[in-house]
């Protein structure tokens, strides 16, 4: 495992925890208080069909989320917190609904496993250089502005 905070838009809405990284899971899971911080500031809804969140088009005006681990910061903008549109058929999902990729682990922070950093290849890959104990969790469409 691994110790990690969060912050979104400069509120931390994870303080320093444990957790892993899990490069089988899509989602971004994170203890349900967190997740309540992060959904109270993104103005997001919940569809309990998928079990992920929702945001309007007229309320998509995300700000990066940013994972700091050891000496070095992540950050997923606001592109990469989104479910790729082109995947939604996979999930059974509605159309033209914004889902996010943050999720909730289902319970709250302090009981050892309050994050796990899951990836999708198509935004995001994971390296974990264990001579510098770094954690690398980006790739070429990880800034992109398209979905």
């Not at 681990?69 to 914004?98: C, D, K």
Request: some cysteine.
């Amino acid at each position: 495992g691994i110790n990690e905070s969060i912050t979104y838009s400069s509120m931390t809405i994870l303080f320093s925890t444990a957790g892993v990284v899990d490069t089988g899971t899509t989602c971004l899971l994170i203890a349900t208080d967190a997740l309540a911080k992060y959904q109270s500031a993104t103005g997001t809804t919940s569809d309990k069909m998928p079990g992920l969140l929702t945001i309007s088009s007229a309320k998509y005006t995300l700000t990066s989320l940013v994972y700091h681990f050891a000496q070095e910061t992540y950050s997923l903008t606001p592109n990469t917190q989104i479910w790729p549109h082109s995947l939604n058929s996979y999930i059974h999902v509605r159309r033209g609904v914004i889902y996010l990729i943050v999720s909730d682990i289902g319970m709250t922070s302090g009981l050892g496993l309050d994050f796990i950093n899951g990836t999708h290849s198509s935004i995001a890959s994971t390296l974990y250089d264990t001579t510098k104990s770094m954690l690398f969790h980006q790739n070429s469409f990880t800034d992109a502005t398209t979905n």
